[in-house]
């Protein structure tokens, strides 16, 4: 080593200078190619030294195991005069792969607070949906514009305060029916509400009674008087994917639960306050959405069912878009149950609801199958969307129009069924999880079968062997779980039988594979990671990504993604990132800088757990 400096740094003779650089250069070689060739190999294939590395190892509340305890933070801490603390600008610290080599990095930044100014208000915010400068500029607000996203520019870089008081979650199943109240400290729709049982305020805890403004007798009999009243709905067989428009504290999704029904339940970030971050806490699936100038975040002909119980939209107003769109994202042969006192009321201003929304149904070649009150008064009525195009063609006015290729605004798409029968078109749940959905034309070209059953296998062992014997995830700890590159779905399908649910993300700037998600009998949504997704903060226990960042590099910057990332995921949670190493190797000092605990396996794996810290 010392001969060799000396001919670097005197530079005598310049043979033995160029033989030594060769020679430097070849070992490296070697060993970059040796270090690749390992990651490869452990793959696809668990290693028996790992789980072994493991045993010694536990987290109490989510008992994900890492090979070994990363090292603390090398970056300082200092305190401004306010008392918050700012990241000192040396930032970074080391990690632990899974093979004990620490990995350094230096990452310059500082943390700082969110919304400081605004006091609580800071705790829920959600970027793109609370930018109060875009909605005061708003020309208008008659079609909902100021509940629909207005995304600021930059991206906001900083980290959203706690509650005061806030806990791990309740677990799941227990937190279906009461969740910590100081998580949530939102008294507004308790005493709003208080009559129709949706939600009750009992010592350090809010209840759900499982009650609701057309839930008379509980959302379990409204339920049943569904299928009652039209059998052929058959939860958990026909019926397995479900939208809940205007869902209040979702409990109609959640209980849905149980018939083997995933139910995703949206709602306006409005004057219900917090409804969807209720949800969210009480592990069911949902989302901040709005009927509005904007169209829904999912895929044409995507849900089995939409259901809406008093859920305040105009269906028939604006020339019935809201409607049409409705008809855009139901499959064909697919149910809207619609409760509302139009449906069984017969004063007037019902009466002209009413018959405004027969005319509207009748354009859009919608059927009534069924209309019924149960014992309590409350009516309910069902309609069907067709399954052939004949009805389309045989209207007197093309009004509204049949939808031209790629454009899906204020049209119908065509529906796409050979059989009139739609109830034996599409398998039944589960069957339809693992078979390839034939009726999408629009993906065969460049992804088949052959495609579908590959990515199925791959992640078939990737979940049953690196992240339950390499990493020894313990699924049943985990109930929000976030998908943030989903594909086709292979990931939330090998964990369907896991006490979880999982969003799956399909990032807009990726191949459109959320229609074969939502054929599978799984939820997901469209969405842009360089902006804020539509949730409130801490509402995911484990974020999970595959292949992700490397594009998102091209388009925005990796701090932005992982400020939202923070965001979201509950304190205690984790993030299980699959990524090149380049990446990882930009990823870890970030998150470290958050004080999140961190571990690399094998180059290719990146487990990270969130505490409480903020500055």
Not at 261 to 287: C, M, N, Y
Not at 451 to 460: C, I, L
């Amino acid at each position: 080593m010392a001969t060799t400096r000396s001919l670097l740094s005197e530079r005598r003779n310049p043979f033995l200078l160029t033989l030594a650089v060769l020679i430097v250069a070849l070992l490296v070689i070697i060993f970059l190619t040796t270090d690749t060739t390992n990651h490869l190999s452990s793959f696809y294939f668990p290693s028996p030294d790992l789980k072994s590395a493991n045993s010694n190892h536990s987290t109490p509340q989510s008992q994900l195991f890492l090979p070994s305890a990363p090292n603390p933070r090398s970056s300082s801490t200092s305190f401004s005069g306010d008392g918050s603390s700012k990241l000192d600008e040396r930032g970074g610290g080391k990690g632990v792969r899974g093979d004990g080599e620490e990995v350094t990095k230096e990452f310059d930044f500082r943390w700082e607070i969110c919304g400081r100014e605004k006091g609580s208000e800071a705790v829920d915010n959600i970027p793109c949906l609370d930018n109060m400068k875009a909605i005061k500029a708003l020309k208008s607000r008659r079609r909902m514009e100021h509940r629909e996203r207005h995304c600021p520019k930059p991206s906001p870089r900083c980290l959203v305060p706690l509650p005061i008081g806030y806990k791990i979650p309740v677990p799941w199943p227990k937190s279906r029916d009461m969740i910590w109240y100081d998580n949530v400290p939102h008294p507004k729709l308790v005493e709003y509400k208080k009559d129709q049982n949706w939600v009750r305020k009992s010592g350090e805890y809010l209840l759900f009674p499982g009650g609701g403004t057309q839930f008379k007798d509980g959302v379990k009999a409204y339920i049943h008087f569904i299928e009652k009243t039209l059998p052929a709905i058959d939860w958990g067989r026909h019926t397995r994917v479900v939208l809940d428009v205007g869902c209040g504290v979702a409990s109609f999704g959640g209980y849905l639960l149980d018939k083997d029904v995933i139910t995703l339940s949206f709602a306006p970030k409005d004057e219900h306050e917090a409804q969807i971050q209720f949800a969210l806490e009480r592990g069911i699936p949902a989302v901040l959405s709005v009927i509005g100038t904007q169209q829904l975040t999912f895929p044409d002909n995507a849900f089995d069912l939409i259901h809406c119980a008093r859920c305040r939209v105009h269906w028939d107003g604006d020339g019935g878009k809201p409607l049409i769109e409705l008809n855009r994202i139901l499959r064909p042969g697919g149910h809207f149950v619609w409760s509302a006192t139009p449906v069984y009321r017969d004063d007037p201003r019902d009466q002209v609801v009413w018959n405004a929304m027969m005319t509207l149904t009748k354009s859009i070649c919608w059927r009534v199958v069924v209309k019924a009150t149960d014992a309590t008064g409350i009516g309910l009525v069902i309609y069907q969307k067709p399954t052939l195009n004949s009805c389309y063609d045989e209207r007197k006015v093309n009004n509204p129009p049949l939808c031209i290729q790629k454009n899906r605004s204020n049209c119908l798409p065509p529906v796409h069924i050979a059989n009139s029968d739609a109830q034996q078109t599409w398998p039944v749940w589960p069957e339809r999880l693992n078979v390839w959905p034939s009726n999408i034309f629009e993906l065969n070209i460049e992804y088949g079968e052959e495609r579908f059953s590959e990515d199925m296998k791959h992640w078939e062992v990737l979940v049953s062997g690196i992240y339950k014997f390499d990493l020894a995830i313990n699924w049943s700890s985990f109930r929000n779980v976030m998908d943030m590159n989903a594909g086709f779905g292979g990931f939330a399908a090998a964990l369907v039988k896991e006490p979880l649910w999982v969003m799956n993300v399909v990032p807009i700037h990726r191949l459109d594979t959320l229609p074969v998600i939502f054929d599978r009998g799984l939820i997901g949504i469209y969405h842009d990671w360089c902006e804020s997704f539509n949730t409130y903060p801490r509402t995911y226990d484990l974020l999970h990504s595959s292949f992700l960042f490397g594009s998102l590099t091209k388009r925005c910057d990796l701090v932005d993604v992982v400020t939202e990332m923070d965001r979201i995921l509950r304190p205690g949670g984790w993030v299980l990132i699959q990524d090149t190493e380049e990446i990882i190797k930009k990823l870890n000092p970030m998150l470290q800088t958050l004080h999140w605990d961190t571990s690399i396996h094998k180059g290719a794996f990146l487990v990270g757990k969130k505490g409480f810290w903020r500055p």
